[in-house]
């Protein structure tokens, strides 16, 4: 996941944009700009882990006079962005205007990371509004989800996926399974219309009636309607459907039953071996990421954020002639290896290259719609569960058949949580737990079990409602990238050093200078489609699968 501002749409900002005098040029607000973006990856970092930071600094500066520049350059921007008439611009400089308009109003009035500030207990609290009531939520999964009672020991939420696809044993992957019981009865109590989830739906659900949503800003970004978006996701789904047994399997048991290549595999990666693997695999495909001085925090720990996600910590400019480069923060936390770790930790890196490869004027400097970046994080994380890559990074592997299932299986979980997002986004007043049964069960082989909110395990549901669809829709640019690329260049699963300069030229380094819509169209040649993703779904059928393709 990325941690960055949303943008709203040129046209809508340039309509509310007044149509007065420029008190400044637009060269002195981008500075001002970029300094409010180096003031707000300053205070990020500072907050996300403070015992890293001693007396609360980075780079000779407290976290007070941090939070004071992003104030007084907040307060400038506001007060100078509205006041430049567009229609003396050229087209780029209004672009420019606009992109830093969205962005700033979208803006917190004071810095924010991603480490908790609520209370999980707090989300019993009848009396919450929208945000504080996220916030309570997230906490949850900070507080309990990264804590799971097992076994006489205690594991992190994304540990205990990994080893619910080890598990030969089907008692203790229900044990497992259990665990998360009560991270769901914090979030959804006992299914009830009051649960703290159901009423942060239909709070959200207003929100966005107001506002584009998550899921809008999505289905626009690959230029269908939202009920379009919908019946693609439908369609995955069903097509997944079909090149599988049609056996119907407890939930404790789906992990481990697309799971074989991390079983076959888990010995070859060691908790050790992630970074040294995602490093050595950048650098076959042209980015040295020690070079680039990305920092690293990848050890579990109180507080610390309950998801893995990657941030800016500066964003690189010009000054006085010479590049500034960016540097980038990953934050995750990996109590064991495996090829699941793995593949996050190589997507978390995705958004690290996104970075590093912007080289553009500062108002442009970010990734573009979020379904874009997290599709591309996806694009070389993806290539770990080919064989090509585990036999030239692990020295063993796994048959096709087994990677394929090992990945779209975990992507198939994807689709499934964006669809559940989109439906109860659009339908607030639905039961959750039975909105999520009848996706798993008609489409995933999943024995029903409406008494589980067993959909409630991923944080963004809570923190973020409708940013799933970022990551099930975005399997579909992901599936079209890879193609794309491999057209272009050939099979890069094992490394190919044109690969980010290639990509960087063609795809990255511009930023938001583009419409991200535009710019996918430029770069694929067409639209998006869901094809290139239904065809690797199709490679998976297996004999006795209830198949039409």
């Given at each position: 996941?990325?941690?960055s501002?949303l943008?709203t749409?040129a046209?809508?900002?340039?309509?509310?944009?007044?149509?007065?005098?420029?008190?400044e040029?637009?060269?002195?607000?981008?500075?001002?700009y970029?300094?409010?973006?180096?003031?707000?990856?300053a205070?990020?970092?500072?907050?996300?882990?403070?015992?890293?930071?001693?007396?609360?600094?980075?780079?000779?500066?407290?976290?007070?006079?941090w939070?004071k520049?992003?104030?007084?350059k907040?307060?400038e921007?506001?007060?100078?962005?509205?006041?430049?008439?567009?229609?003396?611009?050229?087209?780029r400089?209004?672009?420019?205007l606009?992109?830093?308009?969205?962005?700033?109003?979208e803006?917190?009035?004071t810095?924010q990371s991603l480490?908790?500030?609520?209370?999980c207990?707090d989300a019993?609290?009848?009396?919450?509004q929208l945000?504080p009531?996220?916030q309570?939520?997230y906490a949850?999964?900070?507080?309990?989800?990264?804590?799971?009672?097992?076994?006489?020991?205690?594991l992190?939420?994304v540990?205990?996926?990994d080893?619910?696809?080890?598990?030969?044993?089907?008692?203790?992957?229900?044990?497992?399974?259990?665990a998360?019981?009560p991270?769901?009865?914090?979030l959804?109590?006992?299914?009830?219309?009051?649960?703290p989830y159901?009423?942060?739906?239909?709070l959200?659900?207003?929100?966005?009636?107001?506002?584009?949503?998550?899921?809008?800003?999505?289905?626009r970004?690959?230029g269908?309607?939202?009920?379009?978006?919908?019946?693609?996701?439908?369609?995955?789904?069903?097509?997944?459907?079909?090149?599988?047994v049609d056996v119907?399997?407890?939930?404790?048991?789906?992990?481990?039953d697309?799971?074989a290549a991390?079983?076959?595999?888990?010995?070859?990666?060691?908790?050790?071996?992630?970074?040294?693997?995602?490093?050595?695999?950048?650098?076959?495909?042209?980015?040295?990421?020690?070079?680039?001085?990305?920092?690293?925090?990848?050890?579990p720990?109180?507080?610390k954020?309950?998801?893995?996600?990657?941030?800016?910590?500066?964003?690189?400019?010009?000054?006085?002639?010479?590049?500034?480069?960016?540097?980038?923060?990953?934050?995750?936390?990996?109590?064991?290896?495996?090829?699941?770790?793995l593949?996050?930790?190589?997507?978390?890196?995705?958004?690290?290259?996104?970075?590093?490869?912007?080289?553009?004027r500062?108002?442009?400097?970010?990734l573009?719609?979020?379904?874009?970046?997290e599709?591309?994080?996806?694009?070389?994380?993806?290539?770990?569960?080919d064989?090509?890559?585990?036999?030239?990074?692990?020295g063993?592997s796994?048959a096709?058949?087994?990677?394929?299932?090992?990945?779209?299986?975990a992507v198939?979980?994807?689709?499934?949580?964006?669809?559940?997002?989109?439906?109860?986004?659009?339908?607030?007043?639905?039961?959750p737990?039975?909105?999520?049964?009848d996706?798993?069960?008609?489409?995933?082989?999943?024995?029903?079990?409406?008494?589980?909110?067993?959909?409630?395990?991923r944080?963004q549901?809570?923190?973020?409602?409708g940013y799933?669809?970022n990551?099930?829709l975005g399997?579909?640019i992901?599936?079209?990238?890879?193609?794309r690329?491999?057209?272009?260049?050939?099979?890069f699963?094992?490394?190919?050093?044109?690969?980010?300069?290639?990509?960087?030229?063609?795809?990255?380094?511009?930023?938001?200078e583009?419409?991200?819509?535009?710019?996918?169209?430029?770069?694929l040649g067409?639209p998006?489609?869901?094809?290139a993703l239904?065809?690797?779904?199709?490679?998976?059928?297996?004999?006795?699968?209830?198949s039409?393709?």
């Open positions: 996941m990325l941690l501002p943008a749409s046209a809508s900002i340039a309509q509310n944009t007044p149509k007065a005098g420029t008190p040029t637009l060269r002195q607000i981008e500075e001002a970029a300094d409010f973006n180096d003031a707000y990856g205070v990020s970092l500072i907050d996300s882990d403070p015992d890293s930071y001693p007396n609360g600094s980075y780079a000779g500066r407290s976290r007070a006079v939070q520049i992003y104030a007084v907040r307060s921007l506001l007060d100078n962005l509205k006041r430049v008439a567009v229609r003396q611009l050229s087209a400089d209004a672009r420019a606009q992109v830093m308009h969205a962005a700033v109003l803006s917190s009035a810095p480490a908790p500030v609520g209370r207990q019993q609290r009848q009396d919450l945000e009531l996220q309570a939520l949850c999964f900070a507080e309990l989800a990264n804590s799971l009672e097992f076994e006489n020991g205690t992190t939420r540990a205990a996926f080893l619910l696809t080890r598990m030969a044993e089907p008692q203790r992957r229900k044990s497992l399974f259990m998360f019981l991270l769901w009865q914090a959804n109590g006992g299914d009830e219309t009051q649960s159901r009423r942060m739906i239909r959200a659900a207003v929100e966005a009636s107001k506002k584009r949503s998550p899921v809008d800003a999505a289905a970004t690959v269908v309607s939202i009920a379009e978006a919908e019946r693609w996701l439908e369609r995955i789904l069903d097509t997944w459907r079909q090149v599988n119907a399997i407890e939930p404790w048991d789906y992990r481990f697309g799971g991390e079983r076959e595999l888990a010995g070859a990666i060691s908790r050790q071996a992630l970074q040294p693997l995602n490093q050595r695999y950048y650098l076959d495909l042209g980015l040295d990421l020690a070079k680039s001085d990305v920092i690293y925090d990848l050890n720990r109180t507080g954020a309950p998801l893995a996600y990657t941030d800016y910590v500066r964003r690189g400019r010009m000054l006085d002639g010479i590049w500034q480069p960016t540097i980038v923060r990953v934050s995750a936390s990996y109590e064991h290896g495996g090829l699941g770790p593949n996050e930790l190589v997507h978390e890196n995705g958004h690290a290259a996104h970075m590093l490869a912007l080289r553009t500062a108002a442009f400097m970010d573009g719609d979020p379904i874009f970046f599709a591309f994080a996806d694009v070389p994380a993806w290539s770990v569960y064989p090509a890559w585990q036999k030239k990074y692990l063993t796994v096709e058949s087994v990677s394929l299932r090992a990945l779209y299986s198939m979980l994807d689709v499934a949580w964006a669809l559940f997002d989109l439906r109860m986004l659009r339908g607030p007043d639905a039961d737990n039975s909105v999520w049964t996706i798993t069960s008609r489409y995933m082989h999943i024995k029903p079990h409406p008494e589980l909110a067993w959909w409630a395990v944080v549901l809570v923190h973020k409602p799933m669809v990551y099930g399997a579909v992901t599936a079209d990238i890879r193609q690329i491999a057209e272009a260049l050939g099979p699963q094992a490394g190919d050093v044109r690969w980010y300069g290639w990509l960087s030229a063609r795809l990255l380094k511009t930023g938001q583009y419409e991200t819509r535009e710019l996918l169209r430029q770069f067409r998006v489609t869901p094809q239904l065809g690797e779904l199709q490679r998976i059928a297996v004999p006795g699968a209830n039409h393709l």
